[in-house]
């Protein structure tokens, strides 16, 4: 497979691999960029990882009065090489001005990403390897990068996407179809994908947990009310004044550009964010902040994003993550029961992972890791799902299958749904409600 992909780029033509879960296109774009012939830069979701684990060995806000903000955008992006006029453009571009002198880690996962690639430009390779650049970016921000990809290639760059939607290919002479067995197709652009995947059905009820303590609610109380809440970093604000009330079954779209909060406020809601205390937050009829046992609300939250997946960092199976999520720990620390792991079992099938059950989280693929991190925040059926981008990194037919999972869930569940999706074909048509915040 590397061998056909490396002869077509000796011809100096940009190309597009489209991979399913698991078919190694990671891997693949390490090996091409370790093999490249020319000036090559790479930029990925892992090397993404990196910087924020490299971030928090450096965090200094224990010393300090204030949280430490780390390297600057500016600094990370010079880090790789001459910010020149051509990359100021670049810059404007993608709308990244304002962010330029913000911490790396005050960034959103959108965010990240433009500076990511704009530090790889920095470098000023011939070619440049983007693993799933699309992740995490807004609907704008897509066409912007789109635009972007394009004028590289037309000004003789030369581009390897490595992508999991037919949607985001861009800049491409030849689309290279891999699954899990190798190389499957070489296409052109224009030509049908459709037929590459395959898809899968549900079943016709969800797997019960061993044990579901149902939340207990006084008649008129709000799962959620936000009253005048805002949070801000140094001093300069990424959300203010906002009121939000969720009523129990009410399903909610959190929009906005990227850095405007959507995950911030998720993270309020979850429990998981300092700034949390220094507003007026109310979680199933709890005030928090006000002595509450946080476990007894986590108990009833499931949760799903980019920061699940960074935080869950303890070397266990697949099968101990889902049962995890019952126990809202991250890890499994006694013996787990014959009801836990039939139920976890039957997720994974579920979601065509049974046959990686006792393999490491790590060994598998980022995408791959989103499923699984989805079996453990849907295993409890809780009363509250928050899905903050869970289509993140995954191919078209897991992508399709978890919307058309979440889709039921809403629709035949007594959970209610928090939902983040950049991209405009993932709306889910049970979630009517939707909460706009601004940039």
Known sequence: ????????????????????????????????????????????????????EEERRNDDSDFLDYTDPGRSVREFISEGGAITTALEQRFAMLRMEAILERGLRFLSTGEFRKA????????????L??????????????????????????????????????DEVAAAKRIFLIDEFGLVDAVEPGEELERFFRMY?????????????????AAGTPLIDLKDAGVAYAG???????NWRVE????????????????????????????????????????????ESVWDIKKHIGHVSSSVQVNYRVSTSVLHVVI?????????????????????????EMLHLGHKADQPLRRLSYGEQRLVLIARAMIKRPELLILDEPCQGL?????????????????????????????????????????????
């Open 116 to 127: 990511q690639l704009c530090r790889a430009l920095a470098a000023a390779p011939e070619r």
């Open 129 to 166: 390897i983007l693993d799933e650049p699309f992740d995490g970016l807004d609907a704008p921000a897509q066409q912007e990068l789109k635009a972007v990809l394009q004028e590289l290639d037309r000004t003789g760059m030369q581009l390897v996407l490595l992508l999991n939607r037919v």
């Open 236 to 242: 300069k604000p990424v959300f203010e004044g906002l």
């Open 324 to 348: 995890s999520g019952l126990h809202d720990s991250i890890g499994v620390y006694r013996r787990p029961s014959p009801p836990e792991i039939r139920c976890a079992r039957a997720w994974l």
């Open 248 to 291: 129990r079954g009410e399903h909610w779209q959190v929009a906005g550009p990227n850095g405007c909060g959507k995950t911030t406020l998720l993270e309020m809601v979850s429990g998981d964010h300092p700034q949390l205390y220094a507003n007026d937050v109310s979680v199933f009829g709890v005030r928090r902040g006000s002595g």
């Open 1 to 52: 497979m590397i061998e056909t992909i490396g002869q077509f780029l000796q011809g100096g033509f940009s190309c597009a691999v489209l991979g399913t879960n698991g078919s190694g296109k990671s891997q693949l774009a390490v090996e091409l960029y370790d093999r490249a012939e020319v000036p090559c830069a790479l930029v990925s979701l892992e090397q993404q990882i990196e910087v924020i």
């Open 395 to 439: 191919d078209e037919v897991n992508r399709r299958t978890i919307l058309n999972l979440i889709q039921f869930i809403g629709s035949n569940s007594e959970t209610t749904l928090l939902y983040v999706s950049h991209h405009v074909t993932d709306d889910i048509p049970c979630i009517k409600q939707r909460l706009v915040m601004g940039g």
């Open 201 to 217: 059905d549900l079943p016709d009820a969800l797997p019960e947990p061993p044990e579901r303590e149902r939340l207990e609610l």
